[in-house]
């Protein structure tokens, strides 16, 4: 099939070329002239597993093409999917301006039936709201109207496309539903699931609010095994061995992050007020999450004995999550910037992110930016883990007691095995350790 997707950011350009790579023709349109020419050359612009070889092969398979030109790209496109940003506008709400502008534009240039299908992330009732826009700017046009939103991660984008847990459709019509059903005619039927629009388009806010509450719990049951002594990875594991629990996103951590949850749980929350409904689980989530990162910094400065005036931290990881570059929402980029304006020099690693942080954190003379993970690490006081990296794992210990005296390492995601450090020499802090009791360091707590 034809299909013309608008928008090449994560979710445009990921659907893209996944739509390439399962055999469509597709036509990206983006309306920045530098992004087109790179991904035109078979370059991605973000850091994504995988990306960039899959594009090189639908370019060369002549699968795929990037224009600025809206109007070419739909002129003999069987469906157009939307796939613009939709920012957190002043209120909480998501900024449709995008979106909109994308279905004017659309309407301008159709001169025969067209499909379009919103993927981005949008408050229910947009696709009425498109219906009635396409209506009024070209009223000689059938449009059919689509919700499709996307549930892949970054960092695992291209994996989770190609195989997907399910594909949520809403459609309204039997020839919407005949299209979009060819378009995913790849994957096996049972994974599609078609519903009408407007819950297609909450079943993505639900989706992120549930697995961000999710998040939410286990770090707020991993304060509780802090002072109670309990052991937070063997309960988690317990707990996600229940089916109708599950395991995954039961990793406690410094909060969620990232360009999807903390905006769109605020703007669930604004559909919510707009419908007149208390959601007063997902407001506390939203408080529960606001000020984890603080907590975080507190268990820094307790591991440091708060003498903390100019010692030195290597900061580990900066993205919001591994395999990423993204510092959107980075709890990692909080706690830096809350640590240097606390006077502690910031030695900070990350294998994707520097770029993006050198510019977010220009404003710090006390952060320094290291490519080199041992560099990082050489001479400072603390080590802290903040971004789950896999290569943090393999740190070679020895090699560490050479750079440095430091002998404590702050695992803010868990990944160290607590014996393995321990076995090596190293004090080992991490989220649900038990916190010390000690009078001292209660009172200390109490300034900071
Ligand atoms: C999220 C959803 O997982 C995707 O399904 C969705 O398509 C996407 O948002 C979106 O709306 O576009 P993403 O933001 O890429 O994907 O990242 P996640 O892997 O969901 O992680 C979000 C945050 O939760 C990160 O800060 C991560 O570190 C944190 N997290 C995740 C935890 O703290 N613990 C966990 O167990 C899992």
Redesign the pocket.
């Given at each position: 099939m034809k299909i013309t997707v608008i928008g090449t950011g994560?979710?445009g350009l990921v659907s893209g070329v996944c739509f390439a790579n399962i055999g469509h023709k597709v036509v990206c349109v983006d309306k920045s002239f530098e992004k087109i020419s790179i991904l035109s050359k078979g370059e991605v612009p973000i850091y994504e597993p995988d990306l960039k070889e899959v594009l090189q092969k639908v370019l060369r398979d002549d699968k795929i093409s990037f224009t600025n030109n809206l109007k070419d790209a739909i002129a003999e496109s069987d469906a157009i999917f939307i796939a613009v940003g939709t920012p957190q506008g002043e209120d909480g709400s998501a900024d449709l301006s995008y979106v909109l502008s994308a279905a004017k534009e659309i309407a301008e240039f159709s001169n025969c039936q067209k499909l379009i299908i919103t993927k981005s992330?949008v408050p229910a009732g947009t696709g009425s709201k498109i219906k009635e826009l396409l209506k009024k700017i070209n009223p000689n046009v059938n449009f059919l109207i689509a919700s499709n939103?996307?549930?892949?991660?970054?960092?695992?984008?291209v994996n989770?496309f190609m195989n997907p847990d399910r594909i949520v459709i809403g459609c309204e019509d039997e020839e919407s539903k005949k299209i979009l059903g060819k378009i995913y005619e790849y994957f096996d039927l049972e994974r599609i699931f078609y519903t009408d629009i407007i819950t297609a388009e909450l079943i993505?806010y639900a989706?992120?609010s549930f697995?961000?509450t999710?998040?939410a719990f286990?770090?707020e049951i991993a304060d509780l095994c802090e002072s109670t002594g309990a052991n937070i990875k063997h309960l988690s594991k317990a707990l996600g061995k229940d089916s109708r629990i599950g395991e995954?996103?039961?990793?406690?951590?410094?909060?969620?992050?990232?360009?999807?949850?903390p905006k769109?749980i605020l703007s669930i929350l604004n559909i919510a007020k707009e419908n007149k409904v208390e959601l007063s689980l997902i407001s506390s989530v939203i408080n529960s999450n606001q000020n984890r990162y603080q907590k975080m910094v507190g268990k820094i400065l307790r591991a440091l004995d708060f003498k903390h005036n100019n010692k030195t931290i290597g900061l580990l990881g900066l993205s919001?999550?591994?395999n990423?570059d993204?510092i959107r929402?980075?709890?990692a980029i909080k706690i830096a910037k809350e640590l240097a304006t606390k006077n502690v020099v910031v030695k900070a690693h990350d294998f994707e992110a520097i770029e993006n942080s050198k510019y977010e954190l220009k404003d710090f003379d006390n952060i320094k930016f290291y490519h080199d993970v041992y560099q990082a690490i050489e001479n400072v006081d603390l080590i802290v883990i903040a971004?789950?990296w896999n290569k943090y794992i393999e740190i070679d210990f020895s090699r560490i007691k050479q750079l440095t005296k430091c002998r404590k390492i702050v695992d803010l995601?868990n990944i160290f095995d607590e014996k393995y450090v321990k076995d090596n020499g190293f004090e080992y802090v991490f989220i649900g350790s038990k916190e010390s009791k000690d009078s001292n360091i209660q009172s200390n707590l109490q300034k900071v």
């Amino acid at each position: 099939m034809k299909i013309t997707v608008i928008g090449t950011g994560y979710v445009g350009l990921v659907s893209g070329v996944c739509f390439a790579n399962i055999g469509h023709k597709v036509v990206c349109v983006d309306k920045s002239f530098e992004k087109i020419s790179i991904l035109s050359k078979g370059e991605v612009p973000i850091y994504e597993p995988d990306l960039k070889e899959v594009l090189q092969k639908v370019l060369r398979d002549d699968k795929i093409s990037f224009t600025n030109n809206l109007k070419d790209a739909i002129a003999e496109s069987d469906a157009i999917f939307i796939a613009v940003g939709t920012p957190q506008g002043e209120d909480g709400s998501a900024d449709l301006s995008y979106v909109l502008s994308a279905a004017k534009e659309i309407a301008e240039f159709s001169n025969c039936q067209k499909l379009i299908i919103t993927k981005s992330t949008v408050p229910a009732g947009t696709g009425s709201k498109i219906k009635e826009l396409l209506k009024k700017i070209n009223p000689n046009v059938n449009f059919l109207i689509a919700s499709n939103p996307e549930f892949l991660r970054e960092g695992c984008a291209v994996n989770d496309f190609m195989n997907p847990d399910r594909i949520v459709i809403g459609c309204e019509d039997e020839e919407s539903k005949k299209i979009l059903g060819k378009i995913y005619e790849y994957f096996d039927l049972e994974r599609i699931f078609y519903t009408d629009i407007i819950t297609a388009e909450l079943i993505k806010y639900a989706s992120n609010s549930f697995l961000a509450t999710k998040i939410a719990f286990i770090n707020e049951i991993a304060d509780l095994c802090e002072s109670t002594g309990a052991n937070i990875k063997h309960l988690s594991k317990a707990l996600g061995k229940d089916s109708r629990i599950g395991e995954k996103f039961l990793n406690p951590g410094p909060g969620f992050g990232g360009s999807c949850f903390p905006k769109d749980i605020l703007s669930i929350l604004n559909i919510a007020k707009e419908n007149k409904v208390e959601l007063s689980l997902i407001s506390s989530v939203i408080n529960s999450n606001q000020n984890r990162y603080q907590k975080m910094v507190g268990k820094i400065l307790r591991a440091l004995d708060f003498k903390h005036n100019n010692k030195t931290i290597g900061l580990l990881g900066l993205s919001f999550k591994a395999n990423t570059d993204d510092i959107r929402y980075s709890p990692a980029i909080k706690i830096a910037k809350e640590l240097a304006t606390k006077n502690v020099v910031v030695k900070a690693h990350d294998f994707e992110a520097i770029e993006n942080s050198k510019y977010e954190l220009k404003d710090f003379d006390n952060i320094k930016f290291y490519h080199d993970v041992y560099q990082a690490i050489e001479n400072v006081d603390l080590i802290v883990i903040a971004t789950e990296w896999n290569k943090y794992i393999e740190i070679d210990f020895s090699r560490i007691k050479q750079l440095t005296k430091c002998r404590k390492i702050v695992d803010l995601r868990n990944i160290f095995d607590e014996k393995y450090v321990k076995d090596n020499g190293f004090e080992y802090v991490f989220i649900g350790s038990k916190e010390s009791k000690d009078s001292n360091i209660q009172s200390n707590l109490q300034k900071v």
